[in-house]
């Protein structure tokens, strides 16, 4: 018999499969985690929307990363009945994600990701579709993402518990 890990997909499943059916990066990352996070996939779906491409392709901070600290808010950001420790922790992990990110691919800022390429243009949209930048860089970014939420919310998650 399956354990249930084996029969759900993991995040990083999830968020490719979505952001290959033509959703976002933030999207995609955002709706991998929202089942946990006690929001619904559609509104997942919706409050991320604006996000992708740099923030609505201005190229500014990656979308898979920018739908990493949604998903960090929701988990531990500061609520009507919280007091300032919920945000300097939400800052903390923030800071965390965005450290580790960029760490890996160099920045954390669209246009340097995709070395330069301009998505509020139709030269640059297509510039990003013959060199398949879509493939070679974003969803690698919204993998990376995916993965370091994954070990960001299993801490807090252990310093919750413990």
Do not use: W
Not at 123 to 135: C, I, N, S
């Amino acid at each position: 018999m399956k354990g249930i890990a084996q029969i759900m997909k993991t995040a990083n499943e999830v968020a490719t499969e979505k952001f290959l059916a033509g959703y976002n990066c933030a999207q995609a990352v955002l709706y991998a985690y929202s089942p946990g996070l006690g929001l619904d996939g559609e509104t997942a779906l919706k409050v991320a929307t604006g996000l992708g491409a740099g923030m609505a392709r201005r190229g500014e901070v990656c979308g898979a990363v920018t739908g990493g600290i949604l998903a960090i808010g929701l988990r531990c950001g500061r609520g009507a009945r919280q007091d300032r420790s919920a945000t300097e922790q939400t800052y903390q992990k923030t800071l965390e994600l965005m450290a580790r990110f960029e760490k890996r691919h160099g920045s954390c800022l669209c246009r340097v990701l995709l070395n330069g390429c301009d998505l509020g243009t139709a030269e640059g949209q297509a510039y990003f579709k013959e060199h398949d930048l879509f493939h070679k860089t974003c969803v690698g970014c919204v993998q990376s993402v995916v993965e370091m939420l994954s070990d960001i919310m299993d801490a807090l998650a252990t310093s919750k518990s413990g």
